[in-house]
């Protein structure tokens, strides 16, 4: 119960489905949470939700799809660790309308998913290294998704969504061989849960999500540069 105490850990994603749930989580393990968000009032009732004493979760409101959201998020970070131990990329969004591919669907909806879905990841990777630096056995890691493997690209439909996790499968890589030895980064497929992302009728719920979250966060440091799925490696 107390595999994550003392861990500083900004999760982004945090107002619902599986960023939610692995708050609750890490806190239950004893973890000290930033939590990012684009809804103000929501993060209020999630915040209040999570932490009524207001000592364990701080929450800062942005649409991470803004060039500049990673400023007040590290300006939050800084102020409240000046370190941090874990970026847990969560937020995600898949937009893409009905059956379309890439043929036949609209090219803002390629735009959009590739600025919330890998370039925020990027932008909010970068910014936040040197308080990574200042963090214990510093990690990344990266919620992807099945729909992102190198197999799945053979598949048809929500190709926007399909790319934008290839590419942050992709990132994963780069970051972790040039990051070795720093920052562990990995990427992590939390499978096909019930959130408002995943529908009403997906198999899973997020509480099997946020326990494939903690077994990623606590691996050991040495593991980097891997995609994981209910605790264990599957191929990219
Ligand atoms: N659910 C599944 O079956 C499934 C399967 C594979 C992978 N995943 C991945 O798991 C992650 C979480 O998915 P979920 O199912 O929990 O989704 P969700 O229920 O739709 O929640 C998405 C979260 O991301 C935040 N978010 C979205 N766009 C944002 C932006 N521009 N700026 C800041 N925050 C933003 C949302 O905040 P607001 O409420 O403020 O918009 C919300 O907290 C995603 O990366 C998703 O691709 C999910």
Redesign the pocket.
């Known amino acids: 119960m107390n595999s994550l105490a003392g861990r500083r850990i900004l999760i982004?994603?945090?107002?619902?489905?599986?960023?939610l749930e692995t708050a609750r989580l890490f806190l239950a393990e004893g973890a000290e949470l930033v939590g990012?968000?684009?809804?103000a009032a929501?993060l209020a009732e999630v915040q209040h939700e999570l932490d009524p004493t207001g000592e364990r979760v701080t929450v800062v409101a942005?649409?991470?799809?803004r060039v500049d959201a990673q400023k007040r998020i590290l300006a939050a970070v800084e102020k409240r660790w000046n370190a941090l131990d874990v970026l847990l990329n969560?937020?995600?969004?898949?937009i893409d309308a009905g059956a379309h591919g890439l043929v036949d669907g609209k090219e803002a909806t390629l735009v959009r998913s590739m600025e919330?879905n890998l370039m925020a990841p990027y932008r909010l990777s970068l910014a936040l290294l040197p308080l990574l630096a200042r963090g214990k056995e510093p990690r990344i890691v990266n919620?992807s998704?099945?729909a992102g493997t190198f197999a799945a690209m053979r598949e048809a439909q929500i190709a926007s969504y399909r790319l934008s996790k290839w590419a942050l499968n992709g990132l994963t890589l780069l970051l972790s061989g040039e990051l070795a030895g720093k920052v562990a980064v990995n990427a992590f497929?939390?499978?096909?849960?019930k959130?408002?992302?995943?529908g009403p009728n997906?198999p899973g719920s997020?509480l099997e999500s946020a326990r494939g979250a903690l077994s990623i966060v606590t691996l050991p440091f040495s593991e980097t540069g891997k995609f994981w799925k209910d605790g264990r490696e599957i191929p990219f």
Do not use: E, F, H
């Open positions: 982004t994603g945090i107002s619902r489905g599986i960023g990012v968000g684009q809804n929501r942005q649409d991470l799809a969560n937020a995600g969004i898949q919330v919620v998704s099945g497929d939390p499978g096909w849960v959130t408002d992302l995943g997906a997020p």
